[in-house]
Structures are given as structure tokens and as C-alpha cells.
């Protein structure tokens, strides 16, 4: 069997042809770098980008199945390229937002691209997570200057899962049958506040990191300085001190284990925060 995984340098995509590396399938790596790449030699590599489609063509020929990272601007063009060659099954990466309610631009891109995977006729899989736990390596620089976290809303918990858990559900439905036509919803195996989250990091450190309350309108300006635009900043402002993501428990019924905790997470990743 042969699988291409696309997007094979991003974050996900690259620990995805980690996890199915040696498993004795055909792997195929599609990037636009492939000195750079540095990927297992049992991998076979080709030069391309999901959002070029031109470049895929000679890299979906025999491929049985496929994985995408979110890939809304040409995903009409990518699945009828992978009908016609001969793709059976789709492992996507979408979100946690593509739901039948979703009504903003960022959430509606994800049903776009699920609806358009379910219209063309393939096996699909949706991998559907919420928060990443690296997106607390945003706290990284305050915490090497002062050993600082600043951050609102406290008392709100979110469920956020280690984008290697991500890769290694997408490995298991690519790599073994059984996983065509679910939807997996993806989240760390507990509610963790802002506060017990920066807790796991110091006793990863082995030392006190302090959090500081921010105000929402600290925060916003905060994200404003960073680059973002006003939508971005309401939007990652949405959740409020009322949030309360709950736990899902999909990840361990397809892989059979339980996904890592966020403590365990930052013991594996604490060069990052030194």
C-alpha cells in the first residue's frame, strides 16, 4: 500500500511520516524542500505543495491513500486529482469548529473542505481537534525574561491536545482499514486551566513560573501588537472566563491508548521554554 503524505514538513504533516515510517507501508513525502527535509530514507520524496495542485500529479500516481492538512483554497481541485488517480481514503485534518452550526469565516473553511472530501466520492476520515498544546509556547519568551505568564481569564479550562497525538491518530487510520468515514474529535485527556497549565511548565523547569492576570482588553492589545488584526484578536478573545471545553474521548478509542497529558507534554518539551 502506498501512502502520500502532503504538507510532510509542516508541524503535523512531518510527525506524521515519523509515526508511519517502518511500518512497512510505501511512504511518500510531498514538500518544497526536499534538501531541507532531512526525512527518513525509507520515504519517498517529491517536490510539490497542496496548494499548487499542478505539483501533485506525478507524486498521487498509485497512491491508495492520502493525508491533507487544511487545504480549503484548492481542496475542490486536490480531491478530483485524487479521484482520478486512483486514491481511495482521505485522513484530513480539519477542526473542532467544522460543526453544522459553525457560522464564521475560520470555522466555515473546515466544512467547506469536509463537505467537498464527502461530495467527491472518497473514504474520508476528519480529524477534528481544538487547541494545540504548543500554542502555549507563546508564553516562552516571558518566561525566559522573567519567568512570567501573562494571560486572561483564569478561571476558564480548555482540553488542548499534543499535535503528536494529532500524528499518531493520523498514522493509525492511514495505516490500518477500519477508520474510513469517521469523524474523530480531538482533545487532551483533561479541562486544564491557564494557571495549572503554567504549574506543569515550572515543575518541568524545576522552577517557580508566575501567572499574571491580564484584563481582556490587556490581552487584545497584546495580540494587536503581535501582528494580529482586530477579527483575530476578538476571535481568540471569544471563549471568555466562561469557557469550559469538554473532553473527547475519540483519540483513545481508534489508537487505544489515552492521548498525553499537558505535564507530560512539557517534561518532553521543556527545551523549548529554557
Known sequence: MTILVT????????????????????????????????????????????RKPETLTAALDGVE????????ETIETVAAMAKQAGVRHVVALTSILATDDAEDEYALSFVAI??????SGLDC????????????????GSI????????????????????????AIAATALARDGHENRVYRLSGPEQLTIPEQVRALGDALGRDIRYIEQTREEAKQEWLASGFDEATAEWLLA?????????????????????ITYAEWARRNVELFR
Open 7 to 50: 504538507g510532510a514538513t509542516g508541524n503535523i504533516g512531518r510527525m506524521v511520516v515519523d509515526e508511519l515510517s517502518g511500518r512497512g507501508h510505501k511512504i511518500r513525502a510531498l514538500t518544497t524542500n526536499p534538501a531541507k527535509a532531512a526525512l527518513p530514507a525509507d520515504v519517498e520524496v517529491f517536490t510539490g505543495y497542496v
Open 65 to 72: 491513500k492520502l493525508y491533507l492538512p487544511p487545504t480549503a
Open 114 to 119: 469536509e463537505r467537498t472530501l464527502r461530495e
Open 125 to 140: 476520515t476528519f480529524l477534528r481537534p481544538g487547541a494545540f498544546m504548543e500554542n502555549t509556547t507563546n508564553w516562552a
Open 144 to 167: 525566559r525574561a522573567e519567568s512570567v505568564v501573562r494571560a486572561p481569564f483564569p478561571q476558564s479550562s480548555d482540553t488542548a491536545i499534543a499535535m503528536s497525538d494529532i500524528a
Open 239 to 259: 471563549g471568555g472566563p466562561d469557557l469550559r471545553v469538554p473532553v473527547e474521548h475519540d483519540f483513545e478509542r481508534a489508537t487505544g491508548r489515552p492521548p
